[in-house]
């Protein structure tokens, strides 16, 4: 569990984002869907740059959910088509920059192409020492959780562990985010209130910020804001005011 602490502007090691809106940002300008995500982009880089300034370590982008595959099949091929496009196009700079790529959920539903894509961009960061930006795509944190569990009982069935070693460190660690800290801080764009399947598990003790931003809107002034809302909270984890202001006296 993160340790307590009152309001002492700290900066969230790790901040997750919830990237919504893209589609009626698109409808309000008379576009089509893709052209939404494609706008999206630059959000995505104002973010990230917003995020590198505040010294956040892990910034982790929720890009493609197991429900998205439900969409209409020309939204989806344009969005692998986008996915690959991008990285092609910013990796040379996020590797400049020291930035190490990473991504969770089940790529192996993604087109050849855009694996190949994701594979390269990940391997060719991998030693990079800068903010860690992890791509959640194809992903579904019940399916995550699903598939700790698996792992966990064939080790116990296997004889590897028993079951007094499950913990919460042990189930942790057979997670797609393991040696990643758990995010404490959460935003959402675009005025939803949902958490939409998205790192069910890592978030028991997350902050959460919602905007009614659309996410091709939302700048690194609006990053900004979430970062300043986030320091100006007291993060108690069961404690109370007065135990928290003992503690660091």
Do not use: C
């Amino acid at each position: 569990m993160p340790q307590p602490n009152s309001k002492t502007g700290n900066t969230p090691t790790h901040v997750a984002i919830i990237m919504d809106g893209n589609g009626r940002w698109a409808s309000n300008h008379g576009k089509d869907r893709i052209h939404g995500h494609n706008s999206g982009v630059s959000s995505v880089r104002e973010v990230l740059t917003a995020a590198q300034k505040n010294n956040v370590k892990y910034l982790t982008l929720y890009t493609f959910s197991t429900e998205n595959w439900n969409r209409p099949k020309e939204e989806v091929d344009g969005l692998m088509n986008l996915f690959a496009k991008t990285i092609a196009n910013e990796i040379q700079e996020l590797h400049e920059n020291k930035v190490k790529i990473n991504f969770i959920g089940n790529t192996s539903l993604l087109p050849e192409f855009a694996r190949e894509a994701l594979n390269s961009a990940s391997e060719y960061t991998k030693n990079n020492t800068g903010i860690v930006l992890t791509l959640a795509l194809s992903y579904s944190s019940r399916q995550e959780i699903l598939e700790a569990t698996k792992k966990i009982a064939l080790a116990v069935k296997e004889g590897k562990i028993s079951e007094d070693d499950i913990d919460e460190t042990l189930f942790s660690d057979n997670l797609s985010t393991a040696g990643i800290p758990d995010p404490e801080l959460i935003i959402r764009t675009s005025g939803e209130f949902r958490i939409s399947n998205f790192l069910l598990w890592q978030i028991a003790y997350s902050e959460f910020y919602f905007t009614d931003t659309l996410w091709p809107d939302f700048k690194e002034k609006d990053f900004q804001l979430a970062i300043d809302s986030f320091q100006n909270r007291e993060r108690r984890f069961g404690k109370t005011s007065q135990q928290l202001k003992q503690s660091i006296t």
